[in-house]
Each structure stands twice: as structure tokens, then as C-alpha cells.
């Protein structure tokens, strides 16, 4: 056998190797990415979700698309929390486009009786030291105990609401609070669907509906 040949067969067999190491590699990654995230999502649902479920509302799941929930035409998951099977309340994200540098997207809890339990604001881009104070101060618990009919007038107190707006800052709490009023027409709207027995096995429906529906987002 030539040396040409043979330092042929050795390119050939340490290039498999490296191929096949860099896709375990890949895979080895990938999975760790996928189980980050899915601790990351387990911990935000225990943050908003109403306490007390005995469920794995990461995995009790309703899709639902709605324009109101993102212009993306994107379903949203809505994770259910129950306990022995009776529904407790839901989260869900609703994403607000009219941030002052783009989407901010929103983790909104609420009981079955659409009271919210708690927000978390999982994404943005705002500008540090103004609109980034959604984030940086305790204002998302003046979320807390809110609904759709309480306060009556959904707004920041500039524009006549009951909502604290930041000094120099309008617009970001505007967008969320808007945002947040809105997620709270779909479940009131869609309650039953959201709500239903569950399936458990994974999804516990694909529905669509409201205006402006279209295509899919967690």
C-alpha cells in the first residue's frame, strides 16, 4: 500500500471520528440547552402561577391564537395548574409590540376566576435605567389581585389609569399594561377551553380562535 493511500485511509478515518465526536458534541449540547429552558419555564411558572397545584402545568398544556396575544400570528401556550383535577388558574405570555425599542413580552398569571396572581416580564429590550425599571423595581406587583374589571379604567395614571408610570419612562409601562388587559379579554373570553378537563399525555388542546387568528408561540 502507497503512503499516498495510506495517509488517505488515515484522513478518512479522523475525519469520522471528528464527525461523529462534533455531533455528539451537538446533540450533548442541544440537550443541555433543552433542559436549561425547560427548568427556566418551571421556575417561571411557579413564580406566577396560583399556588397549591399538584399538576405539571409545563406539560398541561392549551395553544390558543389570538392577535391579541402577539402580531406574530403565533399560538401561546396557556400551562394549566390544577390540583386533584380541578383547575386553579393559568399562565400564558402576551406580548406587548409597542415597547420603546420593541416587544416586551409578558408571563401573566391568573386564577380560574381571571384575578391575576402575578406577572413576570421574560423579555425586553428597553432602555436601562428608564424603561428597564419594569424589571428592576417591584412595579409588576401592582399587578397583583388586578382583573379585567378592577381597576375599571386598564391604564397607566397619566392617561387617567391606576398605574404608575416611570419618570421619563411612558411608554414601556403603557405598552405592558395594555398588553396585560388584553391577555386578560382572551382568558376571560376563552376561559372554558383553557380551563377544560385535561387530557394530560401533553397538549390538551390546539384551538384558534378571536380576532386576527393565524399560526404559533410558547
Do not use: C
Not at 49 to 60: E, K, T, V
Amino acid at each position: 500500500m502507497s503512503d499516498l493511500v495510506k495517509m488517505g485511509l488515515i484522513l478518512t478515518v479522523v475525519g469520522g471520528v471528528a464527525t461523529g465526536f462534533m455531533a455528539a458534541t451537538e446533540e450533548f449540547t442541544r440537550d443541555r440547552i433543552a433542559e436549561a429552558k425547560r427548568q427556566q419555564l418551571q421556575e417561571a411558572l411557579g413564580k406566577v402561577l396560583p399556588q397549591g397545584f399538584d399538576n405539571q402545568p409545563a406539560q398541561d398544556v392549551v395553544k390558543l391564537t389570538d392577535a391579541r396575544l402577539n402580531r406574530s400570528g403565533k399560538p401561546v401556550n396557556f400551562y394549566v395548574a390544577r390540583k386533584g383535577g380541578v383547575p386553579l388558574g393559568s399562565a400564558f405570555t402576551v406580548t406587548a409590540p409597542d415597547g420603546y425599542s420593541g416587544n416586551i413580552d409578558v408571563l401573566v398569571g391568573v386564577g380560574q376566576d381571571g384575578v391575576i396572581s402575578r406577572i413576570e416580564i421574560v423579555a425586553h429590550a428597553e432602555t436601562p435605567g428608564l424603561g428597564d425599571k419594569a424589571v428592576k423595581t417591584d412595579w409588576p406587583k401592582s399587578f397583583e389581585g388586578k382583573s379585567l374589571g378592577n381597576p375599571v379604567k386598564w391604564g397607566v395614571k397619566k392617561d387617567g389609569g391606576t398605574f404608575d408610570q416611570f419618570a421619563g419612562a411612558t411608554i414601556t409601562p403603557r405598552a405592558i399594561v395594555a398588553a396585560v388587559h388584553r391577555g386578560l379579554e382572551v382568558f376571560a373570553e376563552r376561559r372554558g377551553e383553557i380551563l377544560a378537563p385535561s387530557t394530560i399525555g401533553g397538549e390538551t388542546a390546539a384551538v384558534s380562535g378571536g380576532p386576527g387568528q393565524g399560526g404559533e408561540k410558547p
